[in-house]
């Protein structure tokens, strides 16, 4: 019985934190994140303040929460790169997955790129990376070994640089309004690994 009330009590902690997070992302989205408060995004979830901070230390624990789920949203990624045998296929999955992000879920990379490129939002990161460590060293393994296997001679370099192109992409496209040209970009870019 008493496991029975602990699984209860798991999921109900589970379904009650979930509530905070969507209410939180929307509270953020109209408000932006320094223009929010715990009082906010309590009203938001219809719970009191008290019950937020029995969930949660602050505010911020919930970017770092965000940046755990973003984590998790690439693992198919991950996967694709651990488990094809032909690099090429792996630089094509790497690229397909992140450009393809910009057409299905262009508001939510908007709205993360907003938290994230804040003060608090580089924190929180930087604490997700700390508190996660294992599953961040093991998408740069993975892409270290995606660019050995290609060749290149220095992999960490080759995986910052491609990194850095893709994340500039995704700011251009975002800020562009529609107007931005990114099948040509993508074709461009697979190209460059894929001549």
Avoid at 118 to 124: D, F, L, M, R
Wanted: hydrophobic share 40%; with cysteine.
């Amino acid at each position: 019985m008493i496991g029975v009330k602990h699984n209860q009590e798991t999921i109900v902690r589970g379904i009650v934190k979930e509530i905070f997070l969507k209410s939180a992302l929307k509270v953020f989205a109209t408000n932006g994140y320094h223009g929010s408060s715990v009082a906010d995004i309590a009203k938001e979830a219809n719970v009191s303040k008290a019950l937020f901070y029995h969930y949660f230390d602050s505010k911020n624990d919930l970017l770092v929460i965000f940046a755990k789920q973003r984590l998790e949203e690439w693992n198919p990624l991950l996967e694709n790169l651990e488990t094809l045998e032909d690099p090429k296929a792996r630089i094509k999955c790497l690229i397909d997955f992140v450009l393809s992000e910009l057409e299905t879920r262009a508001d939510w990379l908007r709205f993360l790129y907003m938290l994230y490129l804040s003060k608090e939002g580089i924190s929180a990161i930087q604490e997700a990376m700390k508190k996660y460590q294992r599953q961040f060293n093991r998408l740069f393994a993975a892409e270290r070994k995606l660019y050995r296997d290609l060749g290149y001679a220095n992999p960490d370099d080759e995986a910052t640089y491609l990194r850095s192109v893709l994340q500039g992409i995704c700011l251009e496209f975002l800020l562009s309004g529609g107007n931005y040209p990114l099948k040509a970009i993508k074709e461009k870019i697979i190209k460059r690994y894929l001549p």
